[in-house]
């Protein structure tokens, strides 16, 4: 059995800067279709919907900004917290 040290025995996933490399992928494609739609029909709702997902898409520690807003999401808003008084 072989053991690698570097990344995390080779079962981490692939980043590229701040995104997962599928993110980046994506990122990138999306922003050379916004950039064409925004200089030749002087459109840029498909470039502020591709900045806010590249901003929804950083990654730090396996937790994406998305993943972070819904745990916030269901703690504050969708479930109901327990509380019990004791004397």
């Known amino acids: 059995m072989t053991t690698y040290l570097y990344p995390q ?44 997902y590249g901003f929804l898409t950083i990654r730090l520690d396996d937790t994406t900004v998305l993943d972070f807003i819904k745990y916030a999401v269901r703690y504050f808003i969708s479930t109901q917290q327990h509380f019990e008084w004791r004397i």
């Open 9 to 52: 025995n080779l079962k981490a996933t692939a980043n590229l800067w701040l995104w997962g490399l599928k993110d980046f992928a994506i990122l990138c494609i999306a922003a050379l279709l916004s950039l064409l739609i925004l200089v030749q029909l002087r459109f840029f709702i498909p470039a502020v919907v591709t900045l806010c």
